[in-house]
């Protein structure tokens, strides 16, 4: 399918994702674009919910939602944000939090994992994985009832991936696992960074240089970078596989599912016809964000009441 016109309107304003060459960005030019979000009013609104706190889950700062004002105990949903492993925040991601909150009515618990490149592989990863297990360690902390379900989009997707093979090898039981277009292989050598390799937001001169940032010196066959690598998928969480059309990553996105599948695990994969990567966090552009969030959240109401 062509791109929609709602994309199509959207890359005429943002025609990639850096919108530099990325070679000219220094430390000075990444912490400028960090602190600035010309894209703020169509990240969608900021629901007033009864319960935002700022907390830290062992040391990594986190934000927790929740839509009940009640006392009880909840199942917690794990959000990682995007932005390359070297942007993105929880401030950033706040509508998306309380969205989050509100649609599904679980606890949310938005990660501020360390950035690249001040912070290298697998400091993310790291991050990630040292608030899941900290959900798990102290339930009441977070009003936890045991059902505990991971998220994230692009790199976020590629941390909730992580965290999910993690759990499974600790021996701790995720109910669901949602990826939003995941970063699940850095080999970049998919027809689809052939297809839309420029001119579709994410362009592959970027991705390369987000994994530079990222993880330079680290061997991309390390499953924590590369989750496709993984030996075996068998005994993963449930998985929810969302994907855009004309996306870089939509072709690694979607072998994971699919070798998630072939390995046993239960799993839906939904490509969103005529998206470019990063629509799901922007419904104020684009309608099928907010069909893919309530995809995504009748995914993880129905894995979190199991």
């Known amino acids: 399918m062509s791109l929609h016109p709602q994309a199509r309107a959207y890359l005429e304003l943002y025609p990639s994702d850096l919108g530099l060459d990325p070679a000219s960005l220094g430390q000075a030019e990444i912490e400028r674009m960090r602190a600035a ?122 941390l909730a991936a992580v965290a999910a093979w993690q759990a499974r090898d600790a021996g701790l039981t995720l109910a669901h696992q949602v990826l939003v277009y995941p970063i699940t292989d850095v080999a970049m050598d998919t027809a689809s960074y052939r297809d839309h390799a420029k001119g579709y937001g994410l362009d592959a001169e970027e991705m390369a240089w987000f994994v530079e940032r990222y993880a330079a010196a680290a061997d991309p066959l390390d499953p924590r970078l590369s989750p496709l690598r993984l030996q075996s998928c068998a005994g993963l969480a449930p998985a929810t596989v ?37 629509f799901f966090g922007l419904p104020g552009w684009f309608d099928q964000a907010e069909e893919a969030r309530a995809f995504v959240a009748d995914r993880l109401r129905a894995a979190l009441a199991s």
């Open 37 to 158: 979000d010309g894209l703020a009013d169509r990240r969608g609104p900021l629901t007033r919910l009864p319960f935002v706190r700022d907390a830290l889950a062992d040391d990594v700062p986190i934000r927790v939602y929740r839509a009940d004002p009640g006392d009880h105990t909840l199942p917690v949903i794990v959000y990682f944000h995007g932005g390359g492993w070297v942007f993105g925040s929880v401030r950033r991601n706040d509508a998306l939090g309380r969205d989050l909150a509100v649609r599904t009515g679980a606890v949310v618990v938005s990660v501020d994992y360390r950035l690249a490149p001040e912070h290298a592989f697998p400091a993310a990863a790291d991050d990630a994985w040292t608030v899941v297990r900290d959900i798990f360690a102290r339930p009441a902390f977070y009003q936890s009832n045991g059902r505990v379900a991971v998220i994230g989009d692009s790199a976020g997707g590629n």
């Open 242 to 278: 969302v994907t855009a059309e004309h996306d870089v990553l939509r072709d690694e996105s979607e072998a994971y599912g699919a070798r998630m599948a072939a390995e046993g695990v239960s799993v839906e994969v939904h490509r969103y016809p005529g998206m470019v990567h990063g």
